[in-house]
């Protein structure tokens, strides 16, 4: 318990973490329609790590066993898993600031609220 209440200290005498306490940092930006190129590059995103290994794998070892071919799945499973990676590159391009932006409103409200709770005061339904 002491230990919990000296690093919260610590935490909180941090200039970011003091203004983002003081400020009561929240979700609010999050409240106002993302543009469709932000909605997009997310998608992609998430399109990207879906696509990249779970799919890759199991499509691909599923018709290397089912033509008896294993090279389907060496010689494949890599080339898809690269497109992979230039789908995700596409929607970080897409997403750009806009994303970073959301990105620090998000942090900036994770650092306050697990402070205030390491602290002892507020809780999540405060928000």
């Given at each position: 318990m002491?230990?919990r209440?000296r690093l ?7 200039p970011?973490v003091?203004?983002a ?13 993302p ?8 998608f992609l995103i998430?399109?990207?790590m879906?696509?990249g ?5 199991s ?5 290397a066993l ?5 090279l ?8 898809v898993?690269?497109f992979?990676?230039?789908?995700w ?6 997403v750009?600031l806009?994303g970073t ?6 942090l900036?409200?994770l ?10 005061r507020?809780?999540a339904?405060?928000?």
């Amino acid at each position: 318990m002491i230990l919990r209440h000296r690093l919260a200290g610590r935490l909180a005498s941090i200039p970011y973490v003091r203004q983002a306490i003081d400020e009561r940092a929240d979700l609010s930006p999050f409240k106002t329609r993302p543009s469709v190129r932000l909605v997009t590059g997310t998608f992609l995103i998430l399109i990207s790590m879906l696509f990249g290994w779970p799919i890759v794998l199991s499509v691909f070892g599923a018709l290397a066993l089912y033509y008896g071919q294993p090279l389907i799945l060496v010689v494949g499973g890599p080339i898809v898993y690269g497109f992979s990676w230039l789908i995700w590159l596409l929607g970080m391009a897409l997403v750009g600031l806009e994303g970073t932006k959301y990105a620090f409103v998000f942090l900036r409200w994770l650092v306050r609220v697990g402070v205030e709770r390491l602290i002892g005061r507020g809780t999540a339904s405060q928000d």
